[in-house]
């Protein structure tokens, strides 16, 4: 069977009882992630903006629009994965560059409201959805990713329509009309990072992914073998002949995408956090401060060059894709968080003050690591003479290198109490840490109402 049928009839057949325990853990720990940030996000200038559009243009009652009110299925998709990459907070794969759960979790609660569905069958749609991305991105990665395609808005929309064709109960035949029409829809440019756009392209994956599972239902039609062929999107979508479609069909079912999910510590790109947590030890270790730092230099892997737009950034979207910035906020408040990535502190003098002490360096192949390695070496000379050097392989909050229960509820807590209160917040944890007994999505997005 080709890979488009196949993974259509992974997607429609995977049951809930087939996803391991620890794949289950994981996708709840995904799901709290997700949701705290896209609560945040509801309220963030990014989210104002979103939302006046789809009060605008796609109103209506059937989705709920997280810490707002509601809106069409695609309206509701579009906002809430929106929302939950509008400060860039979200989760990322560690073996590949793509922000799954804001666009897939994005689709899967619309599609779960349309469907009625349970706690189950969204952590299942979701971990399908998963799959999905994660699947048709490696197939086209990493050349897809350096001709300058960002793949959460591009393979985001198969794991999208993956997750809502699932929950609407879609037949192959009809998941796979869903694969074809999100592929044309597909699409997201990397030059857009450090705008409102960036967080965007998640939530037109998620809107898209939607869109084209609703259509498949009612009888829409598209190529049945989307996926392959010359001018199938796996050719289109990279440059070399790279594509490789064995990675989307072999081991599907028995390997799951979701484990390679790691969960970021700091708002910025995920490219920057190895380097944050490096010197975090360091002004921790060694109790560093702004007057007592000479100047710094942080060693990347040279891929990183074409995602940190800005050495001095305007705003606290530019800050996000600079590593200068990144780093200037923990050496000056030993965290970098939601209080920190904003405008106002971006335009501080003391701010700026400290990213001239910094430098930035590029290596090829860093830590031997793969395409766009999420490692740093931080260099740090004291006013004193000192040379300080910490080195982190492995971003944290990956896999490899997780960061702690403490630390993520911590997080969860503080995007949350911007819109909820105390027993609001912790409602909504308790909902999602014992997701799989909820026997209605309703259940859920009553706690995501202020």
Not at 1 to 29: F, G, N, Q, W
Not at 118 to 124: A, D, H, M, N, V
Not at 397 to 402: A, E, K, M, T
Not at 423 to 430: I, K, R, V
Request: proline share 4%; aromatic share 6%; hydrophobic share 40%.
């Amino acid at each position: 069977m080709a890979e488009t049928a196949t993974l259509a009839e992974y997607t429609v057949s995977t049951t809930y009882d087939e996803i391991p325990t620890d794949a289950v853990d994981h996708a709840k720990r995904a799901i709290r992630d997700y949701l705290g940030v896209a609560v945040y996000g509801s309220h963030h200038e990014v989210g104002d903006q979103i939302m006046g559009y789809v009060d605008r243009c796609m109103p209506g009652e059937e989705a709920t629009v997280i810490g707002r009110e509601t809106a069409s299925p695609t309206g509701a998709a579009l906002a809430n994965a929106t929302f939950g990459h509008a400060i860039d907070y979200d989760d990322t794969f560690e073996s590949i560059v793509i922000h799954p759960s804001s666009p897939v979790f994005g689709a899967t609660l619309a599609a779960g409201e349309v469907a009625n569905a349970s706690g189950e069958e969204l952590i299942t749609a979701y971990t399908v959805g998963c799959e999905a991305a994660y699947r048709v991105g490696h197939s086209t990665y990493p050349n897809h990713y350096q001709n300058g395609w960002h793949s959460t808005g591009t393979v985001g929309t198969f794991g999208s329509a993956a997750a809502a064709a699932h929950l609407l109960d879609l037949s192959v035949d009809e998941t796979i009309t869903a694969f074809g029409i999100v592929a044309s829809a597909s699409s997201a440019l990397k030059k857009n990072f450090g705008s409102m756009t960036k967080p965007l392209h998640a939530g037109h994956a998620a809107e898209n992914g939607v869109r084209a599972a609703l259509l498949a239902e009612n009888g829409f039609t598209a190529d049945n073998e989307i996926l392959e062929g010359k001018i199938g999107y796996g050719e289109v979508m990279t440059t070399d002949g790279s594509y490789d479609p064995e990675i989307i069909t072999e081991g599907l079912g028995e390997e799951w995408a979701v484990l390679d999910l790691g969960f970021k510590p700091h708002p910025s790109g995920v490219i920057t956090h190895a380097a944050m947590d490096a010197l975090r030890t360091l002004v921790i270790d060694h109790d560093l401060t702004p007057e007592s730092v000479d100047s710094m230099t942080v060693a990347l892997d040279d891929a990183a060059s074409e995602m940190l737009h800005h050495a001095n950034p305007d705003n606290a979207l530019q800050a996000k894709f600079s590593i200068e910035f990144c780093l200037a906020a923990i050496l000056r408040e030993r965290k970098a968080g939601i209080h920190e990535f904003t405008d106002e502190y971006v335009s501080q003098p003391e701010t700026a003050a400290v990213i001239d002490k910094i430098d930035r360096a590029f290596e090829e192949n860093l830590f031997d690591a793969h395409y766009a390695s999420y490692g740093a070496r931080v260099t740090v000379e004291t006013t004193d003479g000192e040379t300080l050097v910490q080195e982190v392989k492995h971003h944290p909050g990956s896999p490899n290198n997780p960061v702690s229960e403490e630390r993520l509820r911590a997080k969860f807590d503080e995007c949350v109490l911007t819109v909820l209160d105390d027993d609001g917040t912790d409602q909504l944890a308790e909902t999602i840490d014992a997701l799989e007994d909820v026997p209605s999505v309703e259940n859920l997005v009553d706690k995501l109402q202020p």
